[in-house]
Nanobody, 123 residues
Framework: QVQLVESGGGLVQPGGSLRLSCAAS????????MAWYRQAPGKERELVAA???????LYADSVKGRFTISRDNAKNTVHLQMNDLKPEDTGVYYC?????????????????WGQGTQVTVSS
């Protein structure tokens, strides 16, 4: 019964900035990772950034130095600050939650997706 609500998408000029937000609600175990994916027209969905509840943050090479993922565990919210946006950043951005009952192999894993928010970078 986990739900992800996204906001912050829109139209922005090249070189501009945008901040995406995703709020999760429901039964979320303490072992979890929140991430942002994107899908450009004609391309496969790709991982943009991921931030575990505890652990190292991951970024796609194409966004390193420009995007920053952060989270507020108290609110179960994750943000994606996008700076120096380029036309190739255009696409639908999805929030994803992965959570596990245990780190053990037999632990159960659950995945949830947001509905996606459109980001368009154009002059």
């Amino acid at each position: 019964q986990v739900q992800l609500v996204e906001s912050g998408g829109g139209l922005v000029q090249p070189g501009g900035s945008l901040r995406l937000s995703c709020a999760a609600s429901g039964m979320i175990f303490s072992i979890n990772t929140m991430a942002w994916y994107r899908q450009a027209p004609g391309k496969e969905r790709e991982l943009v950034a991921a931030k575990p509840s505890r652990g190292n943050t991951l970024y796609a090479d194409s966004v390193k130095g420009r995007f920053t993922i952060s989270r507020d565990n108290a609110k179960n919210t994750v943000h994606l600050q996008m700076n120096d946006l380029k036309p190739e950043d255009t696409g639908v951005y999805y929030c994803k939650l992965e959570t596990r009952t245990s780190l053990a192999v037999e632990g159960q894993e659950f995945r949830y997706w947001g509905q996606g928010t459109q980001v368009t970078v154009s002059s």
